[in-house]
């Protein structure tokens, strides 16, 4: 499924207009994309988790040369399933 297509379900589950369900759709990622910006963590019930993780700097190696090489901090975004979810997926 992709964007667009996650668009067309909530319209048709919604009966909203295609329009309203891709500002709806667009909104809950710019929401939690913001939320996820500032540091903070998004929990829905039954559904999961997103958050942020750091990630510290580490050494790795490029495939091609076999040359050691510094991979740089970061900030990672994460996703942990919550029970509502995973049975549904698994029942």
Known sequence: ???????????????????????????VFDAITGALKK????RLVGFGTFAVS?????????????ETMTIAASTQPKFKAGKGLKDAVNG
Request: net charge positive; charged share 30%.
């Open 39 to 42: 540091g903070d963590e998004v």
């Open 54 to 66: 750091q990630r510290k700097a580490s050494t790795g190696r490029n495939p091609r040369t076999g």
């Open 1 to 27: 499924m992709n964007k667009q297509d996650l668009i067309n379900a909530v319209a048709e589950s919604s009966a909203l207009s295609k329009a309203d369900a891709a500002k709806a759709v667009e909104g």
